[in-house]
């Protein structure tokens, strides 16, 4: 700008005051021509900083993504080639997947193994409780059989005793025969009748007593028929439950819960009073609640496992992570971008998890703009923004603020075990932000000049149209930005060499100004030689 003001301002002011000296340089304007560069100098610095402030050191920003492979194992082919653009999805490089083929079969023999034995543990299960339906009908058939033994020995036992009770009456009356016989009451007749229902009687009873007989083994039998029934029930009830366990938890455990539960009401309806019948009762209610906690557990693991049985789901989650391991053996380019740092050859062995290649997300590219702090007061998301990179002298972009940074680095406080520094402005620490800090603004931009590709890490300048800018200083600001684009085709380091320049420019039109109008004094001390 210095060297503008002066290309621009001085030589009118030469031109209209010493060279053709239309006006006469008197004290007036010897202080008035200085003004005007001056207070435009402070216009253009304070409507640049409010109205478009301009950044001279940003640079391009992109994603970088480092590409690894999931699995281990020896690279087979290369697929791309560095420095290209690739598409997400684009097939990179390959690894051996022989030995990933032969664990996915084996994955899927052992899913096939498990269906089969899932399908044997519902065949027991079934088996089980048809065994379980026929102890249950033989209980109740041996059961049915101790009915009718005891209510064949309850009769057996009736017939007894009224066998017995003739007997008796027989007896009684045989005797008083006898008696009669003596005196020749009764014939001899009638008292052999009275022997023979006698012995008829002792016959019957001795009957009884074998029917009696036959009837108590019938019941012992019955009886251990019954216990029998009720073992083989029992085992049959057990192995369901194991076969249930197997197939289904939730039912084995809340058939226990039940089953615990009928306990617990036999035992409180038995012996309310007993001191043993309390203490079984809180044993009984400790473990129905332990049950329980197993049986909520149980129902979420059902949830999960979508009514599969565990060993199914185990075998089948196999095979799938054996199926991805698999894909995995094709690296592919996780998003749109560049290959880069490429040096990847056929046969080197990779492990899972180290990165072997980098891709440049093209979708996301950004110019990161440093803007000093008293700038920032009218920049807003959204602002339009003008770009000149410096490896494209002349040519500009358009971009779009797509945020501002809220801190900085020097501004982080470092816990250090003492009391903060009260003056850390003198002091300068560490943890105190530099005078004049400046913040990030981050800038959208899209590489859509294909001869002119952005490169992550170009430097460049911008100009950013606060709220819209200002009318004049908009234009002023890209005047500014077009001069110093072009100047970078000059120059590979403009700030020191553009120093130089416009010093040596400034001194070149002092000396050419003092030769044209040398002072009045050496004019004074010509005149006598002549």
């Known amino acids: 700008m210095l060297l503008l003001i002066l290309l621009f301002y001085v030589l009118p002011i030469y031109l209209v005051f010493y060279h053709y000296k239309w ?17 435009a100098m402070i216009f253009l610095w304070f409507a640049i900083g409010k109205f478009t402030p301009i950044v001279s050191d940003a640079y391009v920003q992109a994603p970088v993504v480092q590409v690894a492979p999931q699995v281990a194992g020896v690279v087979t082919q290369v697929l791309v080639e560095d420095n290209v653009l690739v598409k997400k999805g684009t097939p990179l490089f390959q690894i051996d997947s022989e030995a990933f083929e032969y664990r996915t079969e084996q994955a899927r023999a052992k899913m096939f193994e498990s269906k089969e034995a899932s399908l044997g543990s519902i065949a027991a299960l079934y088996a089980a409780n048809e065994s379980l339906n026929r102890a249950e009908a033989n209980l109740a058939s041996s059961r049915s059989g101790v009915e009718s033994a005891n209510a064949d020995l309850a009769l057996t ?16 009356a045989l005797e008083r025969v006898a008696k009669l016989i003596e005196t020749r009451s009764i014939s001899q007749e009638e008292y052999d009748e009275r022997v023979k ?9 001795e009957e009884a007593k074998q029917r009696e007989f036959k009837a108590r083994a019938g019941l012992n039998a019955a009886t251990i028929q019954v216990q029998t029934a009720e073992a083989a029930y029992r085992e049959s009830r057990a192995q369901r439950s194991k076969a249930m366990s197997m197939i289904s938890p939730v039912e ?13 009401v036999s035992v409180q309806s038995s012996q309310p009073e007993d001191p043993s019948t309390s203490e079984r009762t809180k044993e009984l209610e ?5 049950f329980k906690e197993y049986l909520t557990e149980a129902q979420s693991y059902a949830l999960e496992r979508n009514g599969k049985l565990a060993a199914v789901a185990q075998a089948e989650s196999a095979l799938k992570l054996a199926q991805y391991d698999q894909a995995q053996t094709t690296v592919v380019a996780p998003v749109d971008g560049i290959v880069t740092n490429l040096h990847l050859t056929n046969g080197t062995f990779l492990g899972p998890g180290k990165p072997i290649m980098t891709l440049i997300d093209t979708n996301s590219w950004r110019l990161v703009a440093p803007v000093p702090e008293n700038w920032l007061s009218g920049v807003k998301v959204g602002d339009q923004v003008q770009i000149a990179l410096r490896n494209y002298p002349g040519k500009f972009r358009q971009g779009k603020v797509l945020h501002i940074g809220r801190g900085a680095l020097s501004g982080q406080g470092v816990p250090n075990g003492t009391l903060p520094d009260s003056q850390s402005r003198m002091g300068r620490q560490l943890d105190t932000p530099e005078m004049g800090q400046d913040f990030q603004v981050i800038v959208s931009m899209a590489d859509d000049q294909p001869d002119r590709p952005l490169r992550v890490g170009a430097t460049g300048r911008a100009v950013i149209f606060a ?4 009318f004049g200083v908009n234009q002023l600001a ?8 072009f100047l970078d085709l000059f120059f590979p380091k403009p700030p020191l060499v553009s120093i130089l320049f416009a010093t040596t420019l400034v001194l070149s039109i002092i000396a050419l100004l003092h030769y ?3 002072p009045r004094d050496a004019n004074r001390s010509a005149e006598p030689s002549k």
Do not use: C
């Open 197 to 205: 229902s006698q012995a008829v009687y002792r016959a019957e009873l």
């Open 478 to 485: 890209t005047l500014i930005l077009t001069i110093t684009s």
């Open 516 to 518: 044209i109008h040398p």
């Open 467 to 470: 709220n819209g800018g200002l």
């Open 252 to 264: 084995a455990l809340q058939d226990a819960v039940d089953r615990l539960e009928s306990q617990l």
């Open 23 to 39: 006006i006469a340089m008197t004290r007036f304007w010897k202080f008035a021509l200085p003004l005007p560069p001056i207070l």
């Open 157 to 172: 036992q009736a017939s007894i005793n009224r066998v017995q009770a003739q007997l008796t009456l027989a007896d009684a």
């Open 286 to 290: 400790t473990e129905i609640a332990r």
